[in-house]
T-cell receptor, first 113, second 115 residues
Framework: AQSVTQLGSHVSVSEGALVLLRCNYS??????LFWYVQYPNQGLQLLLK??????LVKGINGFEAEFKKSETSFHLTKPSAHMSDAAEYFC???????????FGTGTQLKVEL | GAVVSQHPSWVICKSGTSVKIECRSLDFQATTMFWYRQFPKQSLMLMATSNEGSKATYEQGVEKDKFLINHASLTLSTLTVTSAHPEDSSFYIC???????????FGNGTRLTVT
């Protein structure tokens, strides 16, 4: 079985500041890890994915995440927040084959002027 | 890129009626599609895995007779909420992938309100 824990249901940053959204996973097999973003009343859009290649993964919109096996973490970062980054972010894990994802509870990112 | 279309985007129905939601993969074939339910300000809860040409696999606690899933072709899966009640009001999202371990592509969701 696999699970994901997202620390902090709400994160607030100033425009231009560093964004850090935390995700820790639990998996009995090597995981595949994903970050998705959701805007109000919309589906999810993939930001980036880790599939056992490079541990530092670069995604769209300037986001990146680093897979750290020793810490079982896959935190999402962006050097400089933009107002358009305000949204809900979900970390997800897929393990043991297939595309069955387990999602974290989400982090609402607020960007302030 | 791969596109998943979900229809309708919102629907209001009366208690006791049934509602059908469609999920289509527009430019790829999806042998497997997934249906999720999302409550306000909460995460996505997997309801069922829809397999083309076979019965859906439901997650524990999901009533298969209430949430009917049909995956008649490689590009279309439907979710029918039968005899809907106000507690079925929610945001329903489908997703699909063209191959194992590739990222899921999500529809834009359907907001169901049962009055």
């Amino acid at each position: 079985a696999q699970s994901v824990t997202q620390l902090g249901s709400h994160v607030s940053v100033s425009e231009g500041a560093l964004v850090l959204l935390r995700c820790n996973y639990s998996s009995s097999v090597p995981p595949y890890l994903f970050w998705y973003v959701q805007y109000p009343n919309q589906g999810l859009q993939l930001l980036l994915k880790y599939t056992s290649a490079a541990t530092l993964v670069k995604g769209i919109n300037g986001f990146e995440a680093e897979f750290k096996k020793s810490e079982t973490s896959f935190h999402l970062t962006k050097p400089s927040a933009h107002m358009s980054d305000a949204a809900e972010y979900f970390c997800a894990v897929s393990a043991g084959g297939g595309n069955k994802l387990t999602f974290g509870t989400g982090t609402q990112l607020k960007v302030e002027l | 890129g791969a596109v998943v279309s979900q229809h309708p985007s919102w629907v209001i129905c009366k208690s006791g009626t049934s509602v059908k939601i469609e999920c289509r993969s527009l430019d790829f074939q999806a042998t497997t599609m997934f249906w999720y339910r999302q409550f306000p300000k909460q995460s996505l809860m997997l309801m069922a895995t829809s397999n083309e040409g076979s019965k859906a696999t439901y997650e524990q606690g999901v009533e298969k007779d209430k949430f009917l899933i049909n995956h008649a072709s490689l590009t279309l899966s439907t979710l029918t909420v039968t005899s809907a009640h106000p507690e079925d009001s929610s945001f329903y999202i489908c997703s699909a992938s063209d191959r194992e371990h590739s990222p899921l592509h999500f529809g834009n969701g359907t907001r169901l309100t049962v009055t």
